[in-house]
Structures are given as structure tokens and as C-alpha cells.
């Protein structure tokens, strides 16, 4: 699309710190920033079309940096950062998201199906922070846990999803990225899933330096987990504490710890779950008893892959399924999507 052609319908990105008007986005998906940095040289936002080198920013006549993405951006959230000269700086105007292994500013092109995260008027469940002791590493441990909005109301019991973040993030980006709870509230609100708990813990995925995944066995995270947290939540919350009422999913790299753990493990999920994070084979989930497999992807990473591991398990007789994101790649929006579509095939 050609820039002649972008339309002037800027507003503020949904992702801006407080009273911030820069970065803006328009309905077309354009991202536009305005950096102040007079004495500078070059002003670069990585954002951009893949492989482009992000968006150069122009020097205006008041000393600030101006500039609009080539093209239009995928639908959903995405990390950025300036480089400012030979400096990477996070965006005055943004607010900060963990990603790759740091604190990146963020930015939302607003999605057609925003609705379903969208933060609405119903019932609000809680995201709470706990700490738990680590024995095998040592330390005291941090995990956010989502309750339902009618959770501590009496003494039901609650089935506990355990969903991990990728490479690069940690216990916050499905909270804050992935708006979970959100998506949680409004499932729940409109009666198409039954409430369950959500757990979400560092990975300790951010040690594997980028390239060397499969290095990466989960063996220290499997421990943590399974043999120190889990029992932390079954005794802290209200929890069904066994295999038929636990599930373990993740994206990306997270779907990578949810693999190798629930084939170590498969006394303790009974859901698994694998958001843009590999592949079942039928050997793999041999005597696991698991009640389902579901595998997600955008439709811009490896889609038939997907869908041809999922038919290979369905021939196998596991409970699978498949899900394509439209028009996302390695993305939020792709996970988004992706737990919107697990969570009602949870827990049945």
C-alpha cells in the first residue's frame, strides 16, 4: 500500500504511558511515532515489515523524529524499541512489556476480533502474585494466579490450567500481553466455559541463548513445576488436586517445556496444549491417558504442520485438535486466539 494512500485517522496506540499521543495507529494497521531527541543523528523504531530494519524516523523542524511504518502492521501487540545513534532505548511514549530477555515498549494494532479480550464490563476474576519456596534452586520462587470472578465465594473446587510463556518473557506476559484474565472474565460471563484456575510461573527459559533451543531439556523447570509448585497451589487454593483436572500449555518456547514435561510427566496434566511451541507425534503420548491435545499456530508460521500432526493423532484415536490463527505469525494475537479456543475444550 502505497504511503499516499495511508489514511489520517491516527489515534493514540491502546499501549501508550498515561497522556502520551505518540506512538499512534490508524485503521489501515500504519504505526506512526514522534520521538523527542534534538541532538541526535538517526532515530530507528524496530518495528517495521519483516526484514526492513524497522522504521527510520525524520528529523522535523522542532528537533523531534517523525516517521510511519512502511505498510501495515499484523493485528495485535507487538514489542519494539528506538535506536537512538548506536543506543537501544525503550519509547518514552510506550509502556513496557518484558520480552527478549528485557523490558520493550509495546504497541496494540487494533484487532477486527478484539472483542473477546477486550476489558468489559462483567465480573472480574483476580490475578494475584505468590511467592513459593524453591528448594531445588534455592531461592523463593514468583507465580501469578488467576482466580475466577466467583472463586472464595463458597467451597467449590476449582480444575487449574498451568500456561507458560515463551523465550524472552516471563510471568507477566500473559497477564499483561496475553491479557488471560480478560479473556478468562469474558468466557466466563458469557456462560461458555466452566471457571477454572490459572497459574502462570517463570519458565526459566531465558538462559537458553537464542539458537540453542533445542539444547534446552526443561529438566530444572520440570522439578520447580511439577514437584514444588504444583503442590504449592493444591495446598494455597481450591484446587481438584489430580491428573483429570490439570492442564499444562505454553507458546512458543513454553509450548516446548509443555512437551517435554507432560511426556516425562504424564501422571500429573491431563490437558495438553502447544501454541505455536512443535508438535505431538502418536508415539509421543503413548500410555499418557491424556484427555486432549490441542495445537495452535498463525497461519503465517507452519500451519500444515499443524494440522497434519493433529490429523495423525486423530487417527490415533487421541482427543486432538488444530487451530489456525488468521493472519498473525509468531505473535500475540496468534496465543490470544489460541487460549480463547482452548480454554471451553478444557476440563470436559
Not at 77 to 100: E, R, T
Not at 119 to 148: C, I, M, W
Amino acid at each position: 500500500m502505497a504511503q499516499d494512500s495511508v489514511k489520517e485517522d491516527f489515534v493514540p496506540s491502546s499501549k501508550n504511558q498515561p497522556g502520551k499521543e505518540y506512538p499512534m495507529v490508524n485503521s489501515q494497521g500504519y504505526a506512526r511515532f514522534r520521538v523527542e531527541a534534538p541532538e541526535a543523528k538517526s532515530v530507528t523504531v524496530t518495528l517495521g515489515l519483516g526484514g526492513r530494519g524497522g522504521t527510520k524516523l525524520e528529523k522535523q523542524s522542532d528537533g523531534s523524529w517523525m516517521g510511519t511504518t512502511e505498510g501495515p502492521m499484523d493485528e495485535g501487540f507487538h514489542y519494539y524499541h528506538l535506536i537512538v545513534d548506536d543506543g537501544a532505548f525503550n519509547d518514552p511514549g510506550a509502556l513496557n512489556y518484558y520480552g527478549s530477555c528485557r523490558w520493550e515498549s509495546g504497541i496494540e494494532i487494533p484487532a477486527h476480533d478484539k472483542d473477546f479480550y477486550a476489558l468489559k464490563d462483567v465480573p472480574h476474576g483476580n490475578v494475584q502474585q505468590v511467592l513459593f519456596s524453591s528448594p531445588s534452586t534455592g531461592v523463593e520462587r514468583r507465580a501469578f494466579v488467576y482466580t475466577p470472578p466467583e472463586y472464595g465465594k463458597t467451597d467449590k473446587k476449582y480444575p487449574v490450567l498451568y500456561l507458560q510463556h515463551g523465550w524472552g518473557e516471563d510471568e507477566t506476559a500473559w497477564s499483561n500481553q496475553g491479557h488471560a484474565n480478560l479473556i478468562m472474565d469474558n468466557l466466563i460471563a458469557e456462560g461458555k466455559i466452566e471457571p477454572f484456575i490459572i497459574v502462570m510461573t517463570y519458565g526459566m527459559t531465558n538462559n537458553v541463548k537464542f539458537g540453542t533451543i533445542n539444547q534446552f531439556d526443561a529438566k530444572e523447570f520440570e522439578t520447580v513445576l511439577v514437584d514444588e509448585l504444583v503442590p504449592y497451589i493444591d495446598k494455597n487454593f481450591n484446587t481438584v488436586p489430580d491428573k483429570k483436572h490439570r492442564a499444562m500449555a505454553g507458546l512458543s518456547m513454553g509450548g516446548v517445556e509443555t512437551k517435554l514435561i507432560t511426556m516425562r510427566r504424564p501422571e500429573t496434566f491431563g490437558y495438553y496444549g502447544l501454541l505455536s511451541g512443535g508438535t505431538y507425534a502418536p508415539d509421543d503420548l503413548k500410555d499418557s491417558g491424556v484427555g486432549l491435545v490441542f495445537i495452535s499456530c498463525g497461519s503465517k508460521e507452519n500451519p500444515d504442520r499443524v494440522t497434519s500432526a493433529v490429523e495423525a493423532l486423530k487417527n490415533a484415536g487421541y482427543n486432538a485438535v488444530s487451530y489456525v490463527s488468521p493472519d498473525t505469525a509468531h505473535e500475540f494475537l496468534t496465543w490470544r486466539r489460541s487460549l480463547y479456543r482452548l480454554a471451553p475444550l478444557l476440563f470436559r
